[in-house]
Structure formats: C-alpha cells, structure tokens
C-alpha cells in the first residue's frame, strides 16, 4: 500500500471522528435504546431456542417520541408482554412474492372487513324475519280454534243481543254429526303442530341478504287463506244471528265447527306444498358446483339441486366448515432449513484502487449472470424445499408417535383405590405425562406451524380427555396430525360467521349452467362455480352365453 493511499485513509479517519463527536450526544441515547431492545430481542430468541421450554410469552415494543430533551428527539421503549402461548409464535406472515400480483393485505384493503359490522343489525336482520313469520304461523294455526270459541263466547254482532235463551241453545247446539267433525279436527290440528314442529320450528341457519322467494310464497298463502276464510267467517256468523233474530233462519253450530275443519285442510295443503318447495325440490341433483378456497387452492367439487344463488352459498359454507382442512397462512412460504439460512454471502472490496472499473464491471456482471440463474432454477429450488420439508415432517411425526407412544405406556388405569394417595384424576395424570412428549410435539408443531391454534391448556385437557376414555395415543395426537375439518379449529368455533357474497346476477334467482359467484371472508375466499350435470344415456347390452367359453393354449416356454 503507497503512502499517498495511507494518507488518504488518515485524512478520512479524522474527519469521521470530528463527524462523529458532534453526533455523539444527540445519539447516545437513541444507541443505548438500540442495544436494550437487542439484548432483549437476543432474549426472546434464546427462549424460542430452548427446547425444554414449553411456556413462552412473545413481547410487544412500543416506540415513543420526545421532544423536550434540548430539542432532541429522545426514544423511550416501553416493552409490554402479551397472552402467554406455547410454542413459537413470532412467524411473520408475507404476501405473494410474485412481482405481478399484489400483497395479502392489499388484496384484503379492497374489501370491507365483515367481522367489524355493528352487532345490532345484524341480530335484527337475523330475527326479524323468523319472529314475523312465527307470528303469522301462530295466527294461522289458533284461527280454527278461535273460530270455535267466539261463538261460545257470545262474541256476535250486536244484533246478537235479541236473541232468545231457546234460540241461543239452538244456535249452539251440536248433535253427533258435528262432535265428529270436532274429533276429526282435533287429530288434524294435531298433525299439523307435530307436521310444523318438525320441519319449520329449527333454529335458523344462516341469515340470507335477499328474501327467501319459496318461504315468501308459503307466507302469502297462508295470508291470504286466513284472511279469505276470516273475511267469509265474519260475513256468514253476521248474516246468520239476523236471520236467526227475524226467525228466517237457524245458524247452526255445526256448520262452523265444518267451517273451520275446511280451514284446517287448507292449512295442511299449504303445508304439504311447502314441504315440497322448501325441503324437497332441491334433493335431486341438477348441477355440480365446484369450489376453490384462495389464496392455498385447495378445491372440492359436489353435486346440488335447484337452489337460489344465496341458498347455494349457504349450502357452499355447510361443506367447507365440515369438509375443507384448516387454512394456515404460516406455511404460505416453507419453513426454510438453518443451513439454508445460514449460508453467507461474499462481498469483495478494492483496497487500494487497482483496477476499480474492471472490478466493478465483473461484479455487475457476476450479480447479472446470478440472478438470472437463480431465475432459471428457481422451479428447483421449490422443488427441493418442499422434498426437504415434506422430510422433517415426516422425521418430526415418527418421532411425535414414538414419543407418544411411550408415554401412554406409563398411564394405567386403577380400577380400586389403592390407598395412600398415590391414585391422580385425569387432569393429574395428564401433567405428568406431557413432559415426555412436550418437546416431540413442541416440534412438530413448530415445522407445521400448528403452535398458534394449540396451548398448553387446550393439549392438557385433550390429554385427559382422552386418558379418561381409554383412548389410544393416535387418537391423542389426531387434532394434531389431521388438518381438518375447519371446525376443529377453535378460532372458527363461533356463533356467528360473517361472510360476504359476490355475484353479477340476482341472488334470489336460481342457479344455471356457468353461474359463478364467491364468498369472502377477510382474507379468505371461496370461488363456487357451477356447471349443469349431463344427460345419461344408459344402452341395454346382452352379452351372449356362448361367448363364456375359454380354451387354454399350452406352451412350452411358460410355467403353465
């Protein structure tokens, strides 16, 4: 190295320490923050480490400015811990990688989140419907009673009032004839409370953002049923007190009591077509719907009857909460092994300023012709890390088994009590048992990125669940092995699910070949499509008897 370089290099030394002594007050206490927050995160990281640490709390910075220090801006950290929960759980979620398309959370920014609506809306969307029309149902069902009844009552019209005793008697007077039509009305009315209770009287499923066209004929029907025979009930017991107070004509009980047996059947047709339109009509399959959750791709197809767009959407959600796995955004991107991580990149200075532009000009290009290999072979880049991960998960599980295994080996069930104490109820037993497997399965749902659906509590009690009914260690680490059905994730168990439907078309008509709608929920979605069955042709063929003949040709060569 020539004097002049060293010179150079003493010129710029200096003046950096003159730099830095100016900037040293102001930033002594920006750097002491620095190294806290380092030591600390060195912390957190070392417990994440530490596999025989089953309990691990995750911390949260907060980062807060201050100008009253001289005018400097002063950082004080303030480190705030959370809920405690097993396993690692500092896995940062990334969007799409492709230069493309756009990030999870842009995509999720377009659309309103549905969990944040107002919760009384919705209950007043969700019951309002059902209380109008248990209330018409209610009134429709005592409307044969009631006519029954106001009679009895005396409630007539006023013309009713000059009425004899006799009269009145004969009025109400009902022979054999009419207590068998009372007989034959009291089983129908019967029939058609167990008929309602068991087909319409059911909590109500989903609450749908058009009206229900079938429930809405049904309703109508009924309507305007009640209100005709109301209307002729009214007019005929009007008429009938006059004509029994001139002593033109007795209105007599039994044609009442025939009166409201009509209404009844009535009431019962109306019932049998609802069957048919709400519960029956869409049984038999027409259509095939196709749906594909976004953004992991997995998919199912099913076969479907003549729904309305948003019944199908109901009927869609039904499947996915009880078929599809769990979604688990953590394993969007592969879990990259430590000696992948690990490995270091070389970086190559010119010292002493020899031949700078070539220098330079080999690093461009050597940066070129890298990522264009690494371009070339990223297919197998993906191909090797899905092998590597598909491997450790493997290695994890057997190990999981083996370890679980062994535990329930030193778990025996007393039938007595042997006294002195040393007996333990499930829960007990559990906490002694879980540390030998605790780390086997810390593990394994770490490479699975289960840990965030699992704490220690929940595996607890699922562990003396199953040491209370003698279940073996396969059933034990089933919710852990097993991926679904989305239900069996405690997140997803709610009372109320808010999702969003997308369509171009009317959602109260009914679905045809190629209607496509979605359903989204955050930043999950499910896009249904739907296509028309085929037409079956089935042709007889008779295979002819004579044609059953086998001969057996024998060869040297063969073992036969």
Same mark, same amino acid.
């Given at each position: 190295?020539?004097?002049?370089?060293?010179?150079?290099?003493?010129?710029?030394?200096?003046?950096?320490?003159?730099?830095?002594?100016?900037?040293?007050?102001?930033?002594?206490?920006?750097?002491?923050?620095?190294?806290?927050?380092?030591?600390?995160?060195?912390?957190?990281?070392?417990?994440?480490?530490?596999?025989?640490?089953?309990?691990?709390?995750?911390?949260?910075?907060?980062?807060?400015?201050?100008?009253?220090?001289?005018?400097?801006?002063?950082?004080?950290?303030?480190?705030?811990?959370?809920?405690?929960?097993?396993?690692?759980?500092?896995? %940062?979620?990334?969007?799409?990688? +492709?230069?493309?398309?756009?990030?999870?959370?842009?995509?999720?920014? =377009?659309?309103?989140?549905?969990?944040?609506?107002?919760?009384?809306?919705?209950?007043?969307?969700?019951?309002?419907?059902?209380? !109008?029309?248990?209330?018409?149902?209610?009134?429709?069902?005592?409307?044969?009673?009631?006519?029954?009844?106001?009679?009895?009552?005396?409630?007539?019209?006023?013309?009713?009032?000059?009425?004899?005793?006799?009269?009145?008697?004969?009025? =109400?007077?009902?022979?054999?004839?009419? @207590?068998?039509?009372?007989? +034959?009305?009291? *089983?129908?009315?019967?029939?058609?409370?167990?008929?309602?209770?068991?087909?319409?009287?059911?909590?109500? @499923? %989903?609450?749908?953002?058009?009206?229900?066209? *079938?429930?809405?004929?049904? !309703?109508?029907?009924?309507?305007?049923?009640?209100?005709?025979?109301?209307?002729?009930?009214?007019?005929?017991?009007?008429?009938?007190?006059? $004509?029994?107070?001139?002593?033109?004509?007795?209105?007599?009980?039994?044609?009442?009591?025939?009166?409201?047996?009509?209404?009844?059947?009535?009431?019962?047709?109306?019932?049998?077509?609802?069957?048919?339109?709400?519960?029956?009509?869409?049984?038999?399959?027409?259509?095939?719907?196709?749906?594909?959750?976004?953004?992991?791709?997995?998919?199912?197809?099913?076969?479907?009857?003549?729904? +309305?767009?948003?019944?199908?959407?109901?009927?869609?959600?039904?499947?996915?909460?009880?078929?599809?796995?769990?979604?688990?955004?953590?394993?969007?991107?592969?879990?990259?092994? @430590?000696?992948?991580?690990?490995?270091?990149?070389?970086?190559?200075?010119?010292?002493?300023?020899?031949?700078?532009?070539?220098?330079?000009?080999?690093?461009?290009?050597?940066?070129?012709?890298?990522?264009?290999? #690494?371009?070339?072979?990223?297919?197998?880049?993906?191909?090797?890390?899905?092998?590597?991960?598909?491997?450790?998960?493997? @290695?994890?599980?057997?190990?999981? !088994?083996? $370890?679980?295994?062994? $535990?329930?080996?030193?778990?025996?069930?007393?039938?007595?009590?042997?006294?002195?104490?040393?007996?333990?109820?499930?829960?007990?037993?559990?906490?002694?048992?879980?540390?030998?497997?605790? #780390?086997?399965?810390?593990?394994?749902?770490?490479?699975?990125?289960?840990?965030?659906?699992?704490?220690?509590?929940?595996?607890?009690?699922?562990? $003396?669940?199953?040491?209370?009914?003698?279940?073996?260690?396969?059933?034990?680490?089933?919710?852990?092995?097993?991926?679904?059905?989305?239900?069996?994730?405690?997140?997803?168990?709610?009372?109320?699910?808010?999702?969003?439907?997308?369509?171009?078309?009317?959602?109260?008509?009914? =679905?045809?070949?190629? /209607?496509? *709608?979605?359903?989204?929920?955050?930043?999950?979605?499910?896009?249904? /499509?739907?296509?028309?069955?085929?037409?079956?042709?089935?042709?007889?063929?008779?295979?002819?008897?004579?044609?059953?003949?086998?001969?057996?040709?024998?060869?040297?060569?063969?073992?036969?």
């Amino acid at each position: 190295m020539d004097t002049e370089s060293i010179r150079s290099m003493s010129e710029y030394s200096s003046k950096s320490k003159y730099k830095s002594h100016t900037l040293k007050s102001s930033g002594n206490h920006r750097s002491n923050s620095y190294k806290n927050n380092t030591r600390t995160a060195r912390k957190y990281s070392d417990s994440l480490n530490n596999p025989y640490e089953t309990t691990m709390a995750p911390y949260q910075t907060t980062v807060m400015l201050d100008d009253t220090r001289d005018g400097q801006d002063v950082v004080e950290v303030q480190i705030l811990p959370q809920d405690e929960n097993w396993g690692e759980n500092t896995t %940062a979620i990334t969007g799409n990688t +492709s230069v493309q398309s756009g990030s999870m959370e842009e995509m999720g920014a =377009l659309w309103p989140d549905t969990e944040q609506k107002s919760a009384f809306p919705i209950l007043c969307h969700r019951y309002i419907a059902t209380t !109008l029309t248990g209330l018409l149902s209610l009134v429709a069902f005592l409307s044969p009673l009631a006519m029954l009844v106001l009679p009895k009552l005396g409630v007539f019209s006023p013309a009713a009032t000059n009425l004899s005793p006799q009269q009145r008697e004969t009025l =109400l007077n009902c022979g054999a004839e009419c @207590k068998g039509v009372l007989v +034959s009305l009291a *089983f129908k009315m019967f029939l058609l409370a167990v008929a309602s209770w068991a087909i319409f009287l059911r909590p109500v @499923k %989903a609450t749908m953002p058009r009206i229900h066209v *079938f429930r809405a004929i049904v !309703l109508a029907l009924v309507s305007i049923c009640c209100g005709i025979f109301w209307l002729f009930y009214v007019v005929q017991v009007t008429e009938g007190v006059r $004509a029994t107070a001139t002593g033109e004509d007795l209105l007599e009980y039994r044609a009442l009591v025939s009166y409201s047996s009509s209404l009844c059947d009535c009431l019962l047709c109306i019932h049998y077509v609802a069957i048919v339109l709400m519960e029956i009509r869409h049984l038999q399959p027409v259509f095939y719907i196709k749906v594909v959750r976004s953004p992991d791709g997995e998919s199912r197809s099913y076969p479907i009857g003549q729904l +309305s767009i948003q019944r199908a959407a109901v009927w869609v959600l039904e499947r996915y909460y009880t078929e599809f796995s769990i979604y688990n955004p953590y394993l969007e991107r592969l879990p990259v092994s @430590k000696s992948k991580k690990n490995a270091s990149s070389f970086k190559f200075y010119d010292i002493e300023g020899i031949g700078s532009n070539t220098l330079q000009m080999s690093q461009s290009r050597g940066t070129m012709n890298g990522h264009a290999r #690494r371009r070339d072979s990223s297919h197998n880049e993906r191909f090797y890390e899905e092998h590597d991960y598909e491997r450790r998960v493997k @290695k994890r599980r057997a190990r999981l !088994l083996t $370890a679980a295994e062994e $535990a329930f080996t030193h778990v025996k069930r007393s039938h007595h009590d042997p006294g002195g104490g040393s007996a333990m109820d499930p829960y007990e037993a559990a906490q002694a048992v879980f540390p030998t497997i605790a #780390r086997s399965l810390q593990k394994y749902l770490r490479v699975t990125r289960q840990q965030p659906r699992h704490t220690v509590e929940s595996i607890l009690s699922h562990l $003396a669940l199953c040491l209370t009914h003698d279940a073996s260690p396969k059933a034990f680490l089933e919710p852990y092995l097993s991926a679904s059905p989305v239900l069996q994730n405690e997140k997803e168990q709610k009372s109320l699910q808010s999702w969003s439907l997308i369509c171009n078309e009317l959602l109260t008509r009914a =679905l045809k070949d190629g /209607t496509v *709608f979605q359903l989204r929920q955050n930043d999950l979605s499910l896009l249904c /499509t739907v296509h028309k069955l085929p037409h079956f042709s089935i042709i007889e063929e008779v295979i002819n008897p004579k044609s059953n003949r086998f001969v057996l040709k024998l060869n040297s060569e063969t073992s036969v």
